[in-house]
């Protein structure tokens, strides 16, 4: 079953349209770097396909489940989602115990007033594997912005989704960090989960990503399977602002 499609999808906040006929399809678990310049529509191609915006046209299509405009509970679920750093405001004093503990909640049937063993071990668990375990009882606003991603990442994937939405997860975090949270990815897709990372640095997009998706002008301008020599065309013509999808590729992978 295709894991995610988006077809001839439109995004417009009143007039303005962001995004326009973006299509593509991901058949099989993969990490996919969705790159462009700042304002090309990245965070609106996540948001509609978490649902958090309506397109103005197009499907959005989870799991063989249409889910344009509305993600269903159960389909919601197994996506986890890690939003742009810079637009999270945690004025509240809350922990980082408590920030990753937010992710389950889709998860815990209601009354939440006990928290088994097995989710504080959860909680646990993933904060080892990112190494965040030191953390859990400082507060989320106190901490670093490399150490607030791994916090973010954390939260979404205590849930332990199938699909990974990350929104830059690798802004402010140090070269070392990169690799570890890039390894962590790739294990992840390993074990059969489909994870789209927005990310400025085309140098990640070619050297970790399996698929690559150029959003640029509100168009998709690319989208390619990591093929060397495809990614040096890639790689010679970006950012240039005015690529059409390069001949004889299908904006589809398969
Ligand atoms: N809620 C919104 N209301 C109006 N315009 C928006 C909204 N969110 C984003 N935009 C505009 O849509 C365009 C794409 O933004 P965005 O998706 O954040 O791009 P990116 O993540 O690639 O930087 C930008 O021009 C931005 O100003
Ligand atoms: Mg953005």
């Not at 080892?128 to 990442?153: A, K, M, W």
Request: hydrophobic residues 40%; aromatic residues 6%.
């Amino acid at each position: 079953m295709t894991i995610l499609e988006v077809q001839d999808l439109q995004i417009r906040y009143g007039k303005n349209v962001v995004l326009d006929n973006v299509s593509f399809r991901i058949e099989r678990p993969s990490l996919v770097a969705v790159i462009g310049p700042n304002g090309a529509g990245k965070t609106s191609l996540l948001r509609a396909i978490i649902g958090l915006v309506k397109p103005s046209k197009g499907k959005v299509i989870i799991f063989g489940r249409d889910s344009t405009g509305k993600v269903a509970k159960d389909i919601k679920a197994r996506i986890g989602y890690v939003p742009q750093r810079d637009v999270i405001n945690y004025t509240m004093p809350i922990t980082v115990r408590d920030v990753i503990l937010s992710g389950l909640l889709e998860k815990i049937s209601p009354p939440r007033t006990v928290l088994s063993r097995t989710v504080e071990d959860k909680v646990e668990a993933i904060s080892h594997e990112l190494g965040i375990e030191d953390l859990l009882d400082r507060f989320f606003s106190d901490l670093s912005g490399g150490q607030q991603q791994r916090v973010l990442l954390a939260r979404a994937l205590v849930k332990d989704p199938d699909i990974l939405l990350l929104d830059e997860p690798l802004s402010n975090v140090d070269e070392v960090g990169k690799y570890e949270i890039l390894r962590l990815l790739r294990n992840l897709v390993t074990s059969g989960k489909t994870v789209l990372l927005v990310t400025h640095d085309i140098n990640i997009a070619i050297e970790w990503a399996d698929y690559v998706l150029l959003v640029n002008k509100g168009r998709v301008r690319f989208y390619s399977a990591r093929i060397s020599e495809d990614m040096n065309k890639l790689k010679l013509h970006y950012p240039e602002e005015d690529r059409k999808i390069l001949p004889g590729r299908s904006p589809y992978c398969a």
